[in-house]
């Protein structure tokens, strides 16, 4: 298992592999959205956590098509599944080298790009600590909609679609953690339903995920 | 460890293509697979794998104890021979990888990229593969495309080791290998279009 986690995470460093493409994107939207709202500084600060969160989500999303399709295409994934590991712990230990290539970059880089959207300074925290809880359930659900679309080509559109509603609680209690942090208030309860759906996905997903890939690959 | 295979019946894509097959694989036993193109040799290899599930029939003895090996060699074009080789290792709980380069020649190219091998050695590094499992059954899908007279004497040179060693190999091919082997003609076993189809959505019901 370590093997599997040490070559996703080798790959996406080497060329060609990804890393970066989220952060990139995060990094343009949050800088392209003060261009395009406005130079109004109290504007700005009151969208800044919903902004980030938007972000991060939609990055997480547009490198997701890569996750299982490059395994499927070169046939390592018809090996894995033959392989000794449990195809759930395989699918596991890839939606967390996802999250280290993917969610972990946006949770660092989130406070620097705050800066640009003039987020409230108590709102720092909260971002960070809401996208660190929110963002591991985006690559375990990114990895059930990858596992749905496997045998399908160019099936990113399709995942998207199929994503998406499942990323909407997740996107509601991060974003409502954050804009209550920054809004000087309590951001207590939607962060715990924040953490709650994230625990639950991490236990329930791969088991979906892994059955919805032997049914793609037949 | 016998693979035993009684009274398959196999689809692909919803539509019968093998029906009534049985054979068994005994250890140190080799059989040939042939028939002509669509006649279900990668659908059978692919189910005995587990890859797919039957239509009805039984499968014993294969459980955990295959090494398969399909049309694609399952390698990554940015991690060298070693990497790739030393993935799959540890994957199947081994540590050595020597003897699999040494198998297949492959030392010369252990810090090349396998994106940067020719078809025939990736292939050969994909046959390599098989060496690293540790794995008792060998089921291959065409092992000999695009090897050329030598590295074919590699691989059967690999094979008569591993069944020297009281493995089994099931192989589609069309070469002929020089092993003591029975060939298989599964053409007999073709499904007939009044064979009952199988609903491709039945596993969702």
């Given at each position: 298992m370590i093997a599997l986690l040490i070559r996703d995470l080798r790959l996406a460093f080497?060329?060609?592999?990804?890393?970066?493409l989220g952060l990139a994107f995060f990094l343009i939207v949050t800088v392209l959205v003060p261009f395009s709202v406005g130079p109004q500084a109290d504007l700005l600060s009151s969208i800044a956590p919903g902004v980030l969160w938007l972000g991060a989500l939609l990055a997480c999303l547009l490198s997701l098509d890569r996750l299982l399709a490059l395994d499927y295409e070169d046939g390592t994934l018809d090996l894995l599944v033959t392989a000794p590991l449990p195809l759930e712990a395989a699918l596991s230990i890839k939606a967390l080298a996802h999250w280290l290539t993917t969610g972990l970059p946006l949770v660092i880089a989130a406070p620097v790009l705050g800066v640009l959207l003039n987020l409230?300074?108590?709102g720092f925290g909260w971002v960070v600590v809401s996208l660190a809880l929110g963002t591991p359930a985006l690559s375990v659900i990114g990895t059930f909609g990858a596992a749905l679309t496997v045998?399908?080509?160019?099936?990113g559109l399709l995942m998207s679609l199929l994503v998406l509603p499942l990323y909407v609680p997740t996107l509601i209690f991060g974003a409502e953690a954050a804009r209550r942090g920054a809004a000087g208030?309590?951001?207590t309860t939607p962060l715990l339903m924040l953490a709650g759906i994230t625990f639950g996905t991490i236990a329930l997903m791969p088991f979906a995920s892994a059955a919805v890939l032997r049914m793609g690959l037949r | 460890m016998t693979l035993r295979i009684d009274n398959l019946t196999l689809a692909r894509g919803g539509i019968p293509?093998?029906?009534g097959l049985s054979f068994d694989l005994g250890r140190g036993a080799a059989l040939i697979l042939r028939g002509p193109n669509g006649a279900g040799k990668t659908t059978l290899l692919r189910t005995l794998a587990g890859l797919q599930p039957a239509l009805s029939g039984h499968i014993t003895g294969g459980e955990d104890q295959i090494a398969f090996a399909g049309h694609?060699?399952?390698?990554?074009?940015?991690?060298s021979v070693t990497e790739n080789l030393n993935f799959w290792a540890s994957v199947f709980?081994?540590?050595?990888?020597d003897a699999a380069l040494e198998a297949y020649d492959l030392h010369a190219l252990a810090?090349?990229?396998?994106?940067?091998?020719?078809a025939g050695q990736k292939r050969r590094l994909g046959l390599a593969r098989l060496l690293v499992t540790g794995r008792p059954i060998w089921v291959l899908d065409e092992?000999?495309?695009?090897?050329?007279t030598a590295a074919v004497q590699m691989f059967a040179d690999a094979v008569h080791a591993h069944l020297g060693q009281g493995g089994s190999a099931l192989i589609a091919t069309h070469?002929?290998?020089?092993?003591?082997a029975d060939v298989l003609d599964?053409?007999?076993?073709r499904a007939t279009a009044t064979t009952r189809a199988g609903a491709s959505d039945e596993a969702f019901l």
């Amino acid at each position: 298992m370590i093997a599997l986690l040490i070559r996703d995470l080798r790959l996406a460093f080497r060329a060609g592999g990804g890393f970066g493409l989220g952060l990139a994107f995060f990094l343009i939207v949050t800088v392209l959205v003060p261009f395009s709202v406005g130079p109004q500084a109290d504007l700005l600060s009151s969208i800044a956590p919903g902004v980030l969160w938007l972000g991060a989500l939609l990055a997480c999303l547009l490198s997701l098509d890569r996750l299982l399709a490059l395994d499927y295409e070169d046939g390592t994934l018809d090996l894995l599944v033959t392989a000794p590991l449990p195809l759930e712990a395989a699918l596991s230990i890839k939606a967390l080298a996802h999250w280290l290539t993917t969610g972990l970059p946006l949770v660092i880089a989130a406070p620097v790009l705050g800066v640009l959207l003039n987020l409230p300074a108590n709102g720092f925290g909260w971002v960070v600590v809401s996208l660190a809880l929110g963002t591991p359930a985006l690559s375990v659900i990114g990895t059930f909609g990858a596992a749905l679309t496997v045998g399908i080509k160019r099936g990113g559109l399709l995942m998207s679609l199929l994503v998406l509603p499942l990323y909407v609680p997740t996107l509601i209690f991060g974003a409502e953690a954050a804009r209550r942090g920054a809004a000087g208030l309590d951001g207590t309860t939607p962060l715990l339903m924040l953490a709650g759906i994230t625990f639950g996905t991490i236990a329930l997903m791969p088991f979906a995920s892994a059955a919805v890939l032997r049914m793609g690959l037949r | 460890m016998t693979l035993r295979i009684d009274n398959l019946t196999l689809a692909r894509g919803g539509i019968p293509v093998l029906t009534g097959l049985s054979f068994d694989l005994g250890r140190g036993a080799a059989l040939i697979l042939r028939g002509p193109n669509g006649a279900g040799k990668t659908t059978l290899l692919r189910t005995l794998a587990g890859l797919q599930p039957a239509l009805s029939g039984h499968i014993t003895g294969g459980e955990d104890q295959i090494a398969f090996a399909g049309h694609a060699d399952g390698l990554k074009a940015m991690l060298s021979v070693t990497e790739n080789l030393n993935f799959w290792a540890s994957v199947f709980g081994r540590d050595s990888i020597d003897a699999a380069l040494e198998a297949y020649d492959l030392h010369a190219l252990a810090d090349r990229l396998a994106g940067t091998l020719s078809a025939g050695q990736k292939r050969r590094l994909g046959l390599a593969r098989l060496l690293v499992t540790g794995r008792p059954i060998w089921v291959l899908d065409e092992p000999t495309v695009s090897l050329d007279t030598a590295a074919v004497q590699m691989f059967a040179d690999a094979v008569h080791a591993h069944l020297g060693q009281g493995g089994s190999a099931l192989i589609a091919t069309h070469i002929d290998l020089g092993l003591q082997a029975d060939v298989l003609d599964i053409t007999p076993y073709r499904a007939t279009a009044t064979t009952r189809a199988g609903a491709s959505d039945e596993a969702f019901l």
